[in-house]
């Protein structure tokens, strides 16, 4: 069975700093998804980055970006130039487009504070 | 709708109360996922379906959980029996094919159960 390991409960970083928040995974599949969801008090979830495993490009977006080392199975996000609105709990998911349900596995979680 | 939309946002429950919880997908979206975020914790899965299809049930974590889907859009989540260890926030999320790689994910429903 496939798990997510965020060994980081809590992490701290001054605005307009850089962060990296890790995530460890384990999975016997060479196809997958991997994701970092951002979950503010509102408790919705809202998708920050995303990473197809047959792709060695890390990905992008604005001031996000992943470090995805598909041997080692780690997939960390940075952060740079944080934000007051970056302050959320962070969670790396997985999926596989194997399993026929497609669902998530979720890691635990970082609570992320970021100070003024 | 524009989002995924459940209700109520809120519930308070005694303990051996029945309780049910909405899901209102994004219009189109075939797939819907059910999951349970325990304080503290990363959601789990509870259950997953295909139009009003349930494929996968293996997450729910008794017999007093109960998820329905009669016309492939609405959802409603069902607890009989409440427990206080069935506290949780409860996601609910859709996507518009079982194998596009994202979901949308609602705010879910906070139970509490006392």
């Known amino acids: 069975a496939q798990t997510v390991t965020q060994s980081q409960p809590e992490m701290s970083v001054q605005e307009a700093e850089t962060v990296t928040l890790s995530c460890t995974y384990d999975?016997?599949?060479?196809?997958?998804?991997l994701f970092w969801y951002k979950q503010p008090p509102s408790r919705q979830m809202i998708l920050v980055i995303r990473q197809e495993a047959y792709k060695q490009q890390n990905a992008t977006e604005n001031r996000f970006s992943v470090n995805f080392q598909k041997a080692a199975k780690s997939f960390s996000l940075k952060i740079s130039d944080s934000q007051l609105g970056d302050a959320a709990m962070y969670f790396c998911a997985y999926r596989s487009p194997l399993s026929g349900t497609y669902k998530y596995i979720f890691g635990t979680g970082t609570r992320l504070k970021v100070l003024a | 709708g524009a989002g995924v939309s459940q209700s109520p946002r809120y519930k308070v429950a005694k303990r051996g109360q029945d309780v049910a919880l909405r899901c209102d997908p994004i219009s189109g979206h075939v797939s819907l996922f059910w999951y349970q975020q325990a304080l503290g914790q990363g959601p789990e899965f509870l259950t997953y379906?295909?139009?009003?299809?349930?494929?996968?049930k293996s997450g729910l974590p008794s017999d007093r959980f109960f998820a329905e889907r009669p016309e492939g859009s609405v959802s409603t989540l069902k607890i009989q029996r409440t427990q206080q260890e069935d506290s949780a926030v409860y996601l609910c999320?859709?996507?518009?094919?079982?194998?596009?790689?994202?979901?949308?994910f609602g705010q879910g429903t906070r139970l509490t159960v006392v």
């Open positions: 999975t016997s599949e060479s196809d997958y998804y």
């Open positions: 999320a859709s996507s518009f094919a079982g194998d596009t790689p994202e979901a949308f």
């Open positions: 379906f295909q139009n009003e299809a349930q494929l996968d």
